[in-house]
């Protein structure tokens, strides 16, 4: 949502005003629930703008915030909700206090070596083994699209990071980002991994959040470089469209052309027929009709046949006995019993007994009886001697 704010301190006021919630000494979420059985009393909340005051309150003179990770699934670049909150915290604390305060990770990976450390150490290790290291990007694109949409949301991630904790990031991991993914430094034909992939929206999308760094003044390329990116965007642009929309282009050029992206799909989709729910209900009525019309003729020759049968049978001399040929096609058309209709797969439920002892008794070994025999005739035999 890059085009949604001019100044920090608006993002900040989203921060304060989503977390700015009160909670206790008798208040919840803002409500008064000192009454009897904690239900809210009605005309007691706390308004809306005193939840934000306290909280400011309490992030006055803060001097750090810290939040834990302990695993190497998930680390800082690979989601958003890492972002929203520490860097969240941090903004607030920048607006509040007019200062970076020290944003640090306890970083408990490793169960043997836990440490605090800053969160440009820390990203710089996630970049450094991850997201610029070769093998792990040949590995993720083998994935196919869902690779490819993987790493294009690194760089979304770290726009989040760059503007709630700009001293955190920097131009050098732009530039490395730039190097890895455009430059293509490492000669892994990335353009083609990602087209391979048939996710090209996810390379102009990175290409793009890397020129929103740029046009937003938070890193400082320099003229070759942001005009690399801008070529490669447009080419990228004219293969594959355009994956961000008005609130996070990079540029006013390209929110542009995405504006006329989405009429051109508005007026093709206009264009479409309406569903077909009519025409397919009197398709199937007619499908049903001449299923029934066939059915009704099998049943018409099947009559005319067994007329004739007994047309037949009245001319000859009675009999006691039906001839075998009218008792088989009697049977035929006779339904068959329950019994014997072909089950169709599944699950069948069946009344079964269930007698443990002669299951225990079934499924007792060879050698047990032995042993029971064994034991039988030694107490036997000592009886006998002991008398």
């Known amino acids: 949502?890059?085009?949604?704010?001019?100044?920090?301190?608006?993002?900040?006021?989203?921060?304060?005003?989503?977390?700015?919630?009160?909670?206790?000494?008798?208040?919840?979420?803002?409500?008064?629930?000192?009454?009897?059985?904690?239900?809210?009393?009605?005309?007691?909340?706390?308004?809306?703008?005193?939840?934000?005051?306290?909280?400011?309150?309490?992030?006055?003179?803060?001097?750090?915030?810290?939040?834990?990770?302990?695993?190497?699934?998930?680390?800082?670049?690979?989601?958003?909700?890492?972002?929203?909150?520490?860097?969240?915290?941090?903004?607030?604390?920048?607006?509040?206090?007019?200062?970076?305060?020290?944003?640090?990770?306890?970083?408990?990976?490793?169960?043997?070596?836990?440490?605090?450390?800053?969160?440009?150490?820390?990203?710089?290790?996630?970049m450094r083994t991850r997201y610029l290291n070769p093998e792990w990007i040949k590995s993720m694109m083998k994935e196919g699209y869902a690779g490819a949409r993987f790493v294009g949301m690194v760089t979304e991630n770290l726009w989040g990071w760059q503007v709630t904790t700009p001293e955190a990031v920097g131009d050098a991991k732009w530039q490395e980002m730039y190097e890895t993914y455009v430059a293509d430094r490492n000669g892994l034909d990335i353009k083609q991994k990602f087209r391979d992939s048939k996710n090209m929206l996810a390379y102009q999308g990175m290409i793009d959040r890397m020129l929103t760094a740029i046009n937003k003044g938070y890193w400082k390329a320099d003229a070759m470089t942001k005009a690399t990116l801008e070529k490669a965007n447009m080419e990228v642009i004219a293969e594959a469209g355009v994956a961000c929309d008005m609130d996070t282009c990079s540029s006013a050029a390209i929110t542009k052309l995405a504006q006329d992206q989405d009429r051109k799909i508005g007026e093709a989709a206009v264009k479409l027929p309406a569903p077909l729910v009519g025409i397919q209900s009197a398709q199937v009525q007619v499908n049903q009709a001449s299923s029934n019309q066939a059915n009704m003729g099998q049943t018409a020759k099947q009559m005319n046949a067994a007329s004739q049968v007994k047309a037949q049978s009245q001319q000859r001399k009675p009999s006691t006995k039906p001839q075998n040929s009218q008792v088989n096609k009697a049977k035929k058309n006779e339904p068959e019993p329950l019994d014997k209709v072909q089950q169709v797969d599944g699950y069948e439920m069946k009344e079964q007994k269930n007698n443990l002892s002669q299951q225990l008794l079934a499924a007792a070994p060879a050698w047990l009886w032995l042993t029971f025999a064994g034991l039988l005739g030694a107490g036997i035999f000592v009886r006998r001697k002991q008398s």
Request: avoid cysteine; aromatic fraction near 10%; glycine fraction near 10%.
């Open 1 to 126: 949502m890059s085009n949604t704010w001019k100044e920090e301190k608006e993002i900040a006021d989203v921060y304060l005003n989503r977390m700015g919630n009160p909670y206790g000494q008798g208040f919840w979420g803002g409500l008064d629930v000192s009454g009897k059985d904690g239900q809210p009393i009605a005309g007691k909340e706390i308004p809306a703008s005193l939840g934000v005051d306290l909280f400011k309150l309490a992030l006055t003179d803060v001097k750090a915030t810290i939040h834990s990770r302990s695993t190497n699934t998930y680390a800082a670049l690979d989601n958003d909700d890492f972002y929203q909150y520490l860097g969240g915290s941090a903004i607030a604390l920048r607006s509040v206090n007019g200062t970076n305060a020290e944003v640090l990770v306890a970083n408990f990976s490793n169960p043997k070596n836990p440490k605090h450390e800053t969160l440009e150490k820390f990203i710089g290790t996630e």
